[in-house]
């Protein structure tokens, strides 16, 4: 499932955001790249343990929290520390790759997050900056995707995906993974689309209809039996 996620930060949060990102300490972004990643990747990230990465972390899961939509679309056991990349200048694309697996969170004694989805959070306005599409190699055919500032995109981690070269500007961002609570892409597509039409019916006949509480009683049942916590 390739979803798009709006607002899922504020005006205040992107300036707060951008304000530290301007600042920041930039590097290469192949120190978090597997051996054939590291062949296509040519963009710059922030030390996932540097001050401005553990200023900006806060800023990012909290939004991710208060998202209904992001919740219900993910379903997250464990969210991978968000990390920040920028594309720009000579440092402005990478190629076709896939994400690893799993990833170990660093700082701590080997905690891992196994990748079920893959997450772009755009930081920069598209206006700002030229190309830096991502594209998502799907069942049905490549997406490419650019977004607002302060909007997600969200998609299986198991595909094939690559970031356009950026050609004016620059284009910051903010990407992490997540382990679902439901493992498998297609019950957590079904739970998602559920959840919608529940949300959809308990607008327009109440919340009090029979069917609204059955339906409900339902989904909830669908995940108690497909969650792993
Ligand atoms: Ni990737």
């Not at 679902?180 to 689309?193: F, H, N």
Request: proline share 5%; charged share 25%.
């Amino acid at each position: 499932m390739l979803l798009h996620i709006k607002q899922v930060l504020g005006r205040d949060e992107l300036r707060t955001a951008r304000a530290i990102l301007d600042r920041a300490p930039w590097g290469d972004g192949r120190v978090t790249a597997g051996v054939q990643s590291a062949l296509t990747k040519n963009n710059e990230q922030l030390d996932q343990q540097g001050e401005a990465s553990k200023a900006l972390q806060p800023i990012v899961l909290q939004g991710l929290n208060r998202h209904m939509g992001f919740f219900s679309a993910a379903l997250p056991k464990r969210v991978f520390p968000p990390l920040f990349n920028r594309y720009g200048g000579t440092a402005n694309a990478f190629g076709n790759h896939v994400d690893n697996a799993v990833r170990f969170i660093p700082g701590t004694l080997g905690e891992r997050v196994r990748t079920d989805i893959s997450c772009t959070l755009f930081l920069a306005d598209p206006d700002d900056y030229d190309g830096g599409e991502l594209v998502i190699e799907d069942t049905f055919g490549a997406q490419s995707v650019k977004l607002p500032a302060g909007d997600l995109v969200l998609y299986p981690g198991t595909s094939v995906h690559r970031v356009e070269p950026v050609t004016r500007g620059h284009r910051v961002a903010s990407f992490f993974w997540v382990e679902s609570m439901v493992r498998s892409d297609e019950q957590r597509r079904l739970l998602y689309d559920m959840d919608r039409h529940l949300m959809h019916l308990r607008g327009t006949v109440g919340e009090s209809d029979p069917g609204v509480i059955g339906l409900t009683g339902l989904y909830h049942n669908l995940l108690r039996a497909w969650a792993d916590m």
